[in-house]
C-alpha cells in the first residue's frame, strides 16, 4: 500500500473521531476498512487447534485451509493477515469487543447468527457422508442404516441423522473414534462430514473406508464479519472471488483435502 493511501485512510479516521469529538460503534464500523488499510493488518480471530483448518505444525507455525484462505483475502486488501488465536466459545465474543475484524474458522452460516453478523460469500461447504468399510454391500444408502450400528458422537447433528435413519447407535466421542470403531467391526457405519473424512483419506488413503451416500444439503461455512462495515464485507467478498477464480483456491483446497469443497 502506498503512503499516500495510508495517510488518506488515517486522515479519514481522525476525521470521524474529531468530528463528533468520540468514535461511535457506527462510525467505528464505517471507518473499517480504512481503518484496516491504514493499520496494514486484517486482524482475524481463530482457534489453531482445529486441523486441518487452522493448527499449529511440528515447527509450531500456524497452518491450515482456513489460515491460507484468510492470508489470502488480507493479500487482496493489500495487508497482512494477523491471527489472533482463542477458544472457540470466545471467538465471536472477541468480534463484538472489536479484537478482531473477522473470523475465520469454519462458522457454519446460519439464520441465527445472520441476525446480528454479516458474513462473506460461502467459501467452503460439507455434507453429511455414510461411511462403511470398503467392499460393503449392505450398506449403500441411508435407509440401510435401519436396525444396524452406527458409530456416532451423542451430540453432534450425524447423531441425529442416524437415529432418524433408524441406527443404532454406537456412542463415541468424535470422527477418530467412529471410523476406528467401524474398522474394528464394532459398527458397521458412520455418519460424518464429507471435509472429516476426505482429510482422512488424505492422511491415510490405504485405510478400507468408503462413502456410501451423502445428503445433498450442505453446511456452509463464511468469513464472519460485523454488522454495518458493509465495505469490508464487500471487499473481502471480491477476494474470495478472485481467490476461486484465479486457481488459488484450487491449489489450497487440493493441498488440504485433495478435492475441490467449495460446493
Request: charged share 30%; no cysteine.
Given at each position: 500500500?502506498?503512503?499516500?493511501?495510508?495517510?488518506?485512510?488515517?486522515?479519514?479516521?481522525q476525521?470521524?473521531?474529531?468530528?463528533?469529538?468520540?468514535?461511535?460503534?457506527?462510525?467505528?464500523?464505517d471507518?473499517?476498512?480504512?481503518?484496516?488499510?491504514?493499520?496494514?493488518?486484517?486482524?482475524?480471530?481463530?482457534?489453531?487447534?482445529?486441523?486441518?483448518?487452522?493448527?499449529?505444525?511440528?515447527?509450531?507455525?500456524?497452518?491450515?485451509?482456513?489460515?491460507?484462505?484468510?492470508?489470502?483475502?488480507?493479500?487482496r486488501?493489500?495487508?497482512?493477515?494477523?491471527f489472533?488465536?482463542?477458544?472457540?466459545?470466545?471467538?465471536?465474543?472477541?468480534?463484538?469487543?472489536?479484537?478482531?475484524?473477522?473470523?475465520?474458522?469454519?462458522?457454519?452460516?446460519?439464520?441465527?447468527?445472520?441476525?446480528?453478523?454479516?458474513?462473506?460469500?460461502?467459501?467452503?461447504?460439507?455434507?453429511?457422508?455414510?461411511?462403511?468399510?470398503?467392499?460393503?454391500?449392505?450398506?449403500?444408502?441411508?435407509?440401510?442404516?435401519?436396525?444396524?450400528?452406527?458409530?456416532?458422537s451423542?451430540?453432534?447433528?450425524?447423531?441425529?441423522?442416524?437415529?432418524?435413519?433408524?441406527?443404532?447407535?454406537?456412542?463415541?466421542?468424535g470422527?477418530?473414534?467412529?471410523?476406528?470403531?467401524?474398522?474394528?467391526?464394532?459398527?458397521?457405519?458412520?455418519?460424518?462430514?464429507?471435509?472429516?473424512?476426505?482429510?482422512?483419506?488424505?492422511?491415510?488413503?490405504?485405510?478400507?473406508?468408503?462413502?456410501?451416500?451423502?445428503?445433498?444439503?450442505?453446511?456452509?461455512?463464511?468469513?464472519?464479519?460485523?454488522?454495518?462495515?458493509?465495505?469490508?464485507?464487500?471487499?473481502?467478498?471480491?477476494?474470495?472471488?478472485?481467490?476461486?477464480?484465479?486457481?488459488?483456491?484450487?491449489?489450497?483446497?487440493?493441498?488440504?483435502?485433495?478435492?475441490?469443497?467449495?460446493?
Amino acid at each position: 500500500m502506498s503512503w499516500f493511501k495510508s495517510i488518506l485512510a488515517v486522515g479519514v479516521l481522525q476525521t470521524a473521531v474529531l468530528g463528533s469529538g468520540v468514535m461511535t460503534s457506527q462510525s467505528f464500523a464505517d471507518a473499517a476498512l480504512d481503518r484496516i488499510k491504514a493499520e496494514g493488518v486484517l486482524k482475524i480471530g481463530t482457534e489453531g487447534t482445529y486441523a486441518p483448518f487452522t493448527y499449529h505444525d511440528k515447527d509450531g507455525k500456524l497452518v491450515g485451509f482456513d489460515v491460507e484462505i484468510g492470508q489470502e483475502i488480507a493479500k487482496r486488501l493489500g495487508v497482512e493477515a494477523k491471527f489472533l488465536e482463542g477458544k472457540w466459545d470466545g471467538l465471536i465474543a472477541g468480534l463484538d469487543a472489536n479484537r478482531y475484524d473477522a473470523v475465520i474458522n469454519q462458522v457454519g452460516i446460519t439464520p441465527e447468527r445472520q441476525k446480528k453478523y454479516n458474513f462473506s460469500e460461502p467459501y467452503i461447504a460439507s455434507k453429511a457422508v455414510l461411511i462403511v468399510k470398503t467392499g460393503n454391500t449392505d450398506i449403500k444408502k441411508f435407509e440401510d442404516l435401519k436396525g444396524r450400528k452406527a458409530a456416532q458422537s451423542l451430540s453432534s447433528n450425524y447423531g441425529k441423522i442416524a437415529r432418524e435413519y433408524g441406527a443404532e447407535i454406537v456412542a463415541n466421542d468424535g470422527f477418530d473414534q467412529s471410523v476406528q470403531l467401524v474398522l474394528s467391526g464394532r459398527a458397521e457405519a458412520t455418519v460424518n462430514a464429507s471435509l472429516s473424512f476426505l482429510d482422512f483419506k488424505k492422511q491415510k488413503p490405504d485405510v478400507p473406508l468408503e462413502v456410501a451416500a451423502e445428503l445433498e444439503n450442505a453446511d456452509r461455512s463464511g468469513v464472519l464479519l460485523r454488522k454495518g462495515e458493509e465495505d469490508l464485507l464487500a471487499e473481502v467478498n471480491k477476494a474470495l472471488e478472485q481467490i476461486k477464480s484465479d486457481g488459488t483456491y484450487a491449489k489450497i483446497s487440493e493441498k488440504y483435502f485433495g478435492a475441490d469443497v467449495s460446493k
